[in-house]
């Protein structure tokens, strides 16, 4: 699996099984947003100041986003297991206000399988309150957790036909519509909240295994819920 972002810290490129072939994503954008006090913005936010590097000797990120007027200070890991097709994030969310607040994180996914939007599939999986994409036999789950909570909100949705944006668009009030499934050309989102005091931390996970079948991925996302997600990222 080799992965490579933005920026912004957008998924642009997503190739699997093979470093070069199939690309799931080819250049599109899968935008992460943040809500906080009735406000939402993209990464691509003009707003943010950032800083790009990767963790000393690895291919770990370490992505330090500040956005003064929010007053919030993203600081971000990135990586790919070493051994298994998982891909794994670690936001720490700093309230740098002097008041206690709700943040929600919001994690878009525009894939285009094996290289064409004809025939995905998106839809959320209640048994473990996980959203995945498949066609034939390729499959990516999208899970994630604050803490002791999981996924907060989802949605599945159209894009690129008939004028449907996608679900990122449903993002930007704050919520989620809940949408259970599509099929086609289409897209998900997916949300995690924190609840921060004043001039406080917080750190969310979210993961991505990829596998042939529907029970390799559950069995890669057990795995990782099992073995600490902090411990496979370090």
């Known amino acids: 699996m080799l992965i490579n972002l933005d920026r912004n810290g957008y998924i642009r490129d997503?190739?699997?099984?093979?470093?070069?072939?199939?690309?799931?994503?080819g250049?599109?954008?899968?935008?992460?947003?943040?809500?906080?006090?009735?406000?939402?913005v993209w990464l691509a936010d003009e707003g943010w100041q950032r800083t790009l590097n990767y963790e000393e000797d690895s291919l770990v990120t370490r992505?330090?986003?500040?956005?003064?007027?929010?007053?919030?200070?993203?600081?971000?890991?990135?990586?790919?297991?070493?051994?298994?097709?998982?891909f794994l994030r670690r936001f720490t969310v700093s309230n740098d206000s002097g008041r206690e607040r709700?943040?929600?994180?919001?994690?878009?996914?525009?894939?285009?399988?094996?290289?064409?939007?004809?025939?995905?599939?998106?839809?959320?999986?209640?048994?473990?309150?996980?959203?995945f994409h498949y066609k034939r036999d390729r499959y990516f789950m999208f899970n994630g957790s604050t803490g002791i909570e999981g996924l907060y909100q989802y949605t599945t949705g159209v894009k690129r036909f008939a004028q449907a944006e996608g679900t990122w668009k449903d993002a930007e009030d704050g919520h989620l519509m809940g949408n259970p499934i599509a099929q086609g050309s289409v897209d998900s989102t997916i949300s995690f909240r924190l609840f921060l005091q004043p001039s406080s931390a917080q750190t969310m996970y979210c993961w991505m295994p990829a596998g042939q079948t529907l029970s390799?991925?559950?069995?890669?996302?057990?795995?990782?819920?099992e073995s600490g997600r902090g411990n496979l990222l370090d």
């Open 14 to 25: 997503l190739y699997y099984p093979y470093v070069g072939q199939l690309n799931h994503v």
């Open 27 to 40: 250049g599109y954008h899968c935008r992460v947003g943040v809500w906080t006090d009735g406000e939402f």
């Open 63 to 86: 992505v330090v986003m500040s956005h003064p007027r929010l007053a919030l200070t993203l600081t971000i890991n990135d990586g790919v297991h070493q051994r298994e097709n998982i």
């Open 102 to 131: 709700e943040v929600r994180l919001f994690f878009h996914q525009d894939l285009v399988i094996n290289e064409t939007e004809v025939g995905d599939t998106a839809a959320y999986y209640p048994v473990n309150n996980t959203v």
């Open 216 to 225: 390799e991925v559950k069995k890669l996302n057990s795995y990782v819920r």
